[in-house]
């Protein structure tokens, strides 16, 4: 092949930079990541490996938030309005509902994450499965670092998708 053919072969090939989509790519690898673990390690084995891929993530933040706010133990609504603000790219969350009683908050929150367009252009992956355990391991993580010893244990649980407002509706709570 002469340079008049590699330059006619490259011309024909051509795709500009600027059509390259990076997520749809992260799209792919993500649902080939999640059904292979599952298809040789198995389901319990691929929900821990994706919680701790958020548990990770979720302690820096709180040892970066502790020196940022030069404090170890934040309140709850406190910590979440420094957390909405904080990850303000990555989530879109709003408060539906509160209720409290003496050993328990329980706060429900619509949120759009950072997940949900690469989970809804994906067939396998589903709202409220597997891989939402990314943000499950993210915000556990998180609030048990930065609230310490005021809470027994926190949950964060889908409880519903929501198509018509684009947006998971999930429940937190905090056992005191």
Excluded: W
Aim: aromatic share 12%; hydrophobic share 40%; glycine share 4%.
């Amino acid at each position: 092949m002469d340079v008049e053919d590699i330059e006619q072969l490259n011309e024909e090939i051509k795709n500009p930079v600027s059509n390259i989509k990076p997520l749809r790519g992260f799209e792919i690898i993500a649902e080939s990541m999640v059904y292979m673990v599952y298809d040789i390690f198995g389901r319990n084995l691929l929900l821990s490996i994706l919680y701790q891929m958020g548990a990770g993530p979720g302690y820096q933040i709180a040892e970066r938030l502790k020196k940022e706010y030069q404090k170890e133990e934040f309140e709850i609504f406190e910590l979440i309005k420094i957390l909405v603000k904080e990850l303000k790219d990555y989530y879109s969350i709003q408060i539906k509902s509160i209720e409290e009683s003496e050993d328990k908050l329980r706060i429900v929150i619509e949120n759009h994450c950072f997940l949900r367009d690469p989970i809804k252009h994906r067939e396998r992956l589903k709202f409220g499965k597997a891989f939402c355990r990314v943000n499950k391991g993210y915000f556990e993580t998180l609030f048990k670092a930065l609230l310490g010893e005021k809470t027994r244990s926190i949950e964060i649980n889908f409880l519903e998708n929501d198509p018509e407002k684009d947006l998971c509706i999930e429940e937190l709570i905090f056992k005191f």
